[in-house]
C-alpha cells in the first residue's frame, strides 16, 4: 500500500495559502469580468426595451393586455416602468399618470360608494365602474391587472386620504 507523502512545515502551508491566494485572486477577477458583461447586456437590452416603447408606444397605453405584456417583460429583467413618476418610462409613455390617475379614480369610486358597501368593492365592480365614468373621456380599457397596479399606487399616496 503506498502511502501519500505531504509536505510539513512552514513551507507547505505558506504555499497552501500562496495557491488559496492566486484562486481567490482569480476568482474574484472572473467575476469582476462576468458582472461587467452582464452590465453590457442589461444596458443593450434596456435600450432595445426603449426603442420598443417609444415604437409601441400606442399600443401600450391603449390595449390593455399588451400593456400587461410589457409591464411582464419588465418586470422579468428587473426594469419597472411603474417605479417613479418621473423619468423616460413616464415620458414615453406616461405610465405613471396613467396609474396614479387610475389611483385617484379608485379612490374616489371607493368613497362615493362608501354609504351602500362600506367603501369595499369587489375588483370586477370596480373595473365597470371605472370603465364607465372613463368612457366619457378616454377611450383606453382598464384591465383588471391595471386596475390591481394602481390599487398598489393607492399605498404611496394613501397619506392624503
Known amino acids: 500500500m503506498a502511502s501519500r507523502r505531504r509536505a510539513i512545515g512552514v513551507g507547505a502551508v505558506q504555499k497552501k495559502q500562496d ?11 472572473l467575476a469582476s469580468e462576468q458582472l461587467q458583461h452582464f ?6 437590452f434596456t435600450g432595445k426595451l426603449e426603442e420598443f416603447a417609444s415604437k409601441h408606444r400606442d399600443e401600450i397605453t391603449k390595449n390593455a393586455q399588451f400593456r400587461r405584456y410589457f409591464q411582464e417583460m419588465c418586470t422579468t ?3 419597472d416602468p411603474l ?7 413616464t415620458e414615453k409613455l406616461g405610465f405613471g399618470s396613467f396609474y396614479y ?6 379612490i374616489e369610486v371607493c368613497m362615493s360608494t362608501s354609504q351602500e358597501n362600506g367603501g369595499l368593492i369587489t375588483v370586477d365592480e370596480l373595473r365597470n365602474r371605472l370603465m364607465r365614468s372613463r368612457s366619457k373621456t378616454r377611450k383606453e380599457s382598464i384591465s383588471h391587472d391595471d386596475v390591481m397596479r394602481a390599487v398598489k399606487k393607492i399605498k404611496s399616496i394613501r397619506a392624503w386620504f
Open 101 to 106: 390617475e387610475l389611483a385617484i379614480q379608485i
Open 39 to 44: 452590465s453590457q447586456q442589461l444596458d443593450v
Open 77 to 79: 429583467v428587473g426594469v
Open 19 to 29: 495557491i488559496q491566494a492566486k484562486f481567490q485572486a482569480k476568482g474574484e477577477q
Open 83 to 89: 417605479a417613479s413618476s418621473k423619468g423616460f418610462w
